[in-house]
């Protein structure tokens, strides 16, 4: 009988008692790992698309801005608003380059992720190729798995665009 509010000797359980294998630990490491890198991909996609938006509601209110002075006939202009449409007009040109640049980067992102996915499978296949040779070999003992280990296994797919299926419980689209 343990002491109250502490644990009794039977209920402590110790790392070195579980039948994780450092396999399954790499394994677990991968998966956090690929996980965070997800993540951070659809940090930056949100960011451009913040950036997107941001750039395209300033464009619209200056070209609403600029409409506004275009009608208006020319004679009946004065030098400030010849000059402020000029300015608008130079403002949503410097805008729409910087938008461009910005599409130029999301898809120099796109094809970046695209051959680093690429890179991943190639590993992935190679890696569980040798695991698959290893595991043909008879394994005197047998140890058993929980579950949560056996449903967290990456899964890579024939075409290797999708490298893990279910990498955080469900099916992740970012890929």
Do not use: W
């Amino acid at each position: 009988m343990g002491i109250p509010g502490f644990c009794s000797e039977d209920e402590i359980v110790s790392m070195a008692d579980s039948t994780t294998t450092v396999d399954d630990i790499e394994g677990e490491l991968f998966r956090i790992e690929r996980i965070r890198e997800i993540l951070v991909r659809r940090e930056s996609e949100l960011r451009y698309m913040m950036d997107d938006i941001q750039l395209c509601q300033e464009i619209s209110r200056l070209k609403t801005e600029l409409q506004k002075l275009l009608d208006l006939p020319e004679n009946q202009k004065s030098n400030e608003e010849k000059q402020r449409e000029e300015e608008l007009v130079q403002q949503i040109h410097k805008l729409v380059e910087t938008r461009d640049f910005l599409v130029d980067d999301v898809e120099f992102e796109r094809l970046r992720e695209r051959e680093e996915d690429k890179e991943m499978a190639e590993f992935l296949q190679s890696k569980l190729s040798k695991s698959c040779l290893q595991r043909a070999t008879p394994v005197p003992e047998k140890k058993m798995t929980s579950r949560g280990q056996q449903t967290s296994a990456p899964y890579v797919t024939k075409t290797g665009l999708a490298l893990l299926r279910g990498c955080c419980g469900f099916t992740c689209s970012i890929m």
